[in-house]
Nanobody, 125 residues
Framework: QVQMVESGGGLVQAGGSLRLSCAAS????????VGWFRQAPGKEREFVAT??????????ADSVKGRFSISSDNAKNTDTVYLQMTGLKPEDTAVYYC????????????????WGQGTQVTVSS
């Protein structure tokens, strides 16, 4: 069992920045890929970005490429995965979820085994 803990959401004006954090409670992400997904009201959950921390391979949705950056940091034997979001737009408003997959990485939510509770990101125009 991997418990995912997210933080860092909030309200920001268009053009602003936010950094989301995702940690695996009490353990590392060793052997797991980690992805960020988002779900806006009335819409399906969509892929945002993914990283395989042990190799730093990353992949982004076209809608965020060049604006968002996913990275990982290993300190004190715990991994934290960050999603740095810049140039935020109102259409980025959603609940953002981090998730872990036993695959190296994936853009499909059905490949992810463990999910966090989500953190709200609201971008005002």
């Amino acid at each position: 069992q991997v418990q995912m803990v997210e933080s860092g959401g909030g309200l920001v004006q268009a053009g602003g920045s936010l950094r989301l954090s995702c940690a695996a409670s009490g353990r590392t992400f060793s052997g797991f890929g980690v992805g960020w997904f988002r779900q806006a009201p009335g819409k399906e959950r969509e892929f945002v970005a993914t990283i395989y921390p042990r190799s730093s391979i990353t992949y982004y949705a076209d809608s965020v490429k060049g604006r968002f950056s996913i990275s990982s940091d290993n300190a004190k034997n715990t991994d934290t995965v960050y999603l740095q979001m810049t140039g935020l737009k109102p259409e980025d408003t959603a609940v953002y979820y981090c998730a872990a997959t036993r695959s190296a990485w994936s853009t499909h939510s059905y490949d992810y085994n463990y999910w966090g509770q989500g953190t709200q990101v609201t971008v005002s125009s």
